[in-house]
């Protein structure tokens, strides 16, 4: 479960992570609460946050992933990680002076997605270059694990403390948390990095990758699953939120219990995903398929102590999905591509937000908190749903010709970054263009499937 830490480069990096991701959770809990303060309870305005937040990616997403090709990773990671503990230290002295406005906060939610533009694909992609192919899914997934384990205590924490000190000690502590994940970066051995060649710069790079992406139905599949259910699950933090207050009438703390409720489930998932040597599309499916019952079902509850108890396998199902989807894309995309590849990832995982959050909060404050959250987890479901069948009619247009290079041995005559090898004689039994055409078809239904 935990074999990707013999690698020193990724020990120095999961435990600055560690520390990192506890802050930025607190700061996210602190963020959301603030809003609530100045706005009287806006579930509107809370939504407006969350959608700043990562409009930038649905902007300038793309370009986030090219650059992660063309420049070193671990200095490109450097100077973002600087830049977001400069913009928590600003937001934390304007909100413990008694300065901060519902603007600063939506500047600083704003300006925080320009920098995750291109420091989440730049993250991603970086974990290879630590660990190899051979671990990749085992560091994936315990990136997820630390990440998660952060999002169990950071909301609990920064609940106690809003409710003992107020919202702006919150920002300073996490912008002191900056310097554990900058400080293993600086100390990492570069001469144990497997650090790809730069891609030059050329015209028409953002297009190659779309092409790229568009020709392979092994990664179209998961990255249309997460984007169909980023849209809702981006902004699941607003509906914990609006449920705490707006239908239990819980506190700062209890709404910090509720958040890390959800986040027991999502360490439970990644622990168990770290286990598992291989992604499964199978697994990817189902994990999306239950992510939106649960949610539905969340928004039923009957009182507090069952609306938490929802939020546990609801967590569980959203780190399973992105965990697998996450692993399959990374191992299914080459080297000279893997940058851009996770922009686009990127892009549909996180640019939902900017469509769900104002949703949910609109619908919450017109309908009700309970119906915005069964609405979302419906909407989820049929996302999943139409994710599948665009794969299986992309699959099924695609002619042999068009077949690229990261195809399976037995199609294309050689072997996918994630995919093991052909038997050494099929590609010679396979010579007219018959049985080639129906090797694909086969393949293709397996990949939709």
């Not at 074999?3 to 520390?19: D, E, M, T, W």
């Not at 998660?148 to 000190?165: D, E, K, Q, T």
Request: hydrophobic letters at 50%; proline letters at 5%.
């Amino acid at each position: 479960m935990f074999r990707s830490l013999r690698n020193y480069n990724y020990r120095l990096f999961a435990s600055g992570g560690i520390v990192s991701n506890v802050g930025t959770w607190m700061q996210r809990t602190a963020q959301d609460w603030l809003v609530l303060q100045l706005t009287g309870g806006s579930g509107s305005a809370l939504g407006v946050t969350v959608a700043l937040q990562f409009l930038p990616v649905l902007l300038f997403g793309l370009w986030g992933g090219m650059l992660a090709d063309r420049y070193p990773k671990r200095r490109v990671l450097i100077v973002a990680q600087t830049l977001m503990g400069a913009l928590a230290l600003t937001m934390g002295v304007l909100t413990v002076t008694g300065s901060a406005q519902v603007w600063h906060v939506y500047a600083m939610a704003f300006i925080l997605g320009v920098i995750s533009c291109v420091e989440v694909p730049t993250r991603q992609s970086f974990v290879v270059e630590m660990v190899g192919r051979e671990d990749l899914p085992n560091a994936i997934a315990l990136n997820s694990s630390t990440f998660n384990l952060a999002r169990v205590f950071g909301p609990a924490v920064a609940g106690v403390l809003i409710y003992w000190m107020g919202t702006g000690p919150i920002f300073l502590l996490n912008a002191a948390s900056f310097a554990a994940v900058i400080a293993g970066l600086a100390l990492m051995r570069t001469s144990e990095l497997c650090t790809p060649e730069p891609v030059p710069r050329a015209k028409g790079q953002l297009r190659e990758g779309l092409r790229y992406v568009g020709r392979r139905p092994d990664l179209l599949l998961p990255i249309l699953i997460v984007g169909s259910m980023a849209i809702f699950t981006q902004s699941f933090s607003t509906s914990i939120a609006l449920m705490a207050t707006g239908v239990f009438g819980a506190g700062a703390s209890s709404f910090g219990v509720a958040s890390s409720a959800f986040a027991v489930g999502a360490l439970g998932g990644a622990l168990l995903a770290a286990k598992r040597v291989r992604p499964s599309r199978r697994f990817l499916i189902i994990g999306a398929i239950c992510f939106g019952v649960f949610q539905a079902v969340a928004g039923l509850a009957p009182g507090y102590p069952a609306f938490l108890a929802f939020l546990i396998p609801a967590g569980m199902a959203v780190v399973t999905v992105n965990t697998t989807a996450n692993a399959t894309v990374q191992m299914g995309a080459s080297p000279e591509m893997r940058g851009r590849v996770m922009g686009i990832y990127v892009l549909v995982f996180t640019g939902g937000a900017p469509i769900g959050s104002p949703l949910v909060g609109w619908l919450a404050e017109a309908a009700g908190p309970r119906v915005s959250v069964v609405v979302a987890g419906v909407l989820s479901l049929v996302g999943v749903g139409a994710a599948v069948l665009v794969t299986r009619i992309v699959a099924a247009r695609m002619r042999p010709e068009e077949t690229p290079d990261g195809v399976p041995g037995e199609i294309a005559g050689g072997t996918s970054g994630g995919e093991p090898e052909a038997t050494p004689n099929l590609r010679e039994t396979l010579r007219t263009r018959r049985e080639r055409v129906g090797a694909l078809a086969r393949w293709k239904l397996r990949r939709a499937a």
